[in-house]
């Protein structure tokens, strides 16, 4: 009887492997919570991506509500948002404040040079030192701060109309109307 459980046991981890295949390939990878909502965002000092004599602090985010949108020029994502970013730039609602990612500097202004740029403020975290502090997974990502300083939403992947329609533009609102 021993002999024959032996032989199970590797079918029986099998299945419970298989099983939690099957649970994770049901969830969406662009909702992995962070444990940031809800909290003051970190406190971080970065030197501004296009103006290295400026600073980039935790301070600038309050006050009004920001969009920090990490983004990096190697990112073909960032790239496929970046026209949705030109266009909300010009919404006076709240600020856009980029976290340059993992990047070079030169090949971040060239890309700008070349696209536009919808970026209030960007910092430029090359060693992803503020990044860790978010909890940055990867680019692109969008956090929602509001006028205290506290994340209030984290988004994974491109920003496009869909996700400003039914997500930040009510969010915004509702922040707006909280004051």
């Not at 649970?23 to 970190?42: E, F, Y």
């Not at 991506?49 to 301070?59: A, H, Q």
């Not at 709240?94 to 971040?108: E, S």
């Amino acid at each position: 009887m021993a002999k024959s459980w032996r032989f199970l046991i590797p079918l029986i981890i099998f299945g419970a492997l298989v099983i939690l295949l099957v649970i994770g390939l049901g969830k969406d990878p662009r909702k992995v919570p962070s444990p940031l909502i809800g909290k003051p965002i970190p406190e971080f000092s970065l030197p501004e991506l296009t103006d290295t004599g400026r600073t980039l602090v935790d301070d600038d985010l309050r006050g009004q509500i920001s969009l920090v949108n990490v983004w990096a020029s190697w990112c073909s994502s960032c790239r496929q948002e970046h026209q949705a970013l030109m266009v909300l730039s010009e919404n006076p609602d709240f600020q856009i404040v980029g976290l340059n990612w993992k990047d070079d500097a030169q090949d971040a202004l060239s890309v700008l040079r070349m696209t536009g740029n919808p970026y209030d403020r960007i910092g430029y975290d090359p060693d992803n030192d503020v990044g860790i502090e978010w909890g940055v997974y990867g680019a692109p990502e969008t956090f929602v701060v509001d006028q205290q300083g506290i994340i209030r939403y984290k988004h994974i992947g491109p920003v496009d109309r869909k996700v400003w329609e039914e997500t930040l533009q009510p969010l915004i609102a509702q922040l707006k109307a909280e004051g």
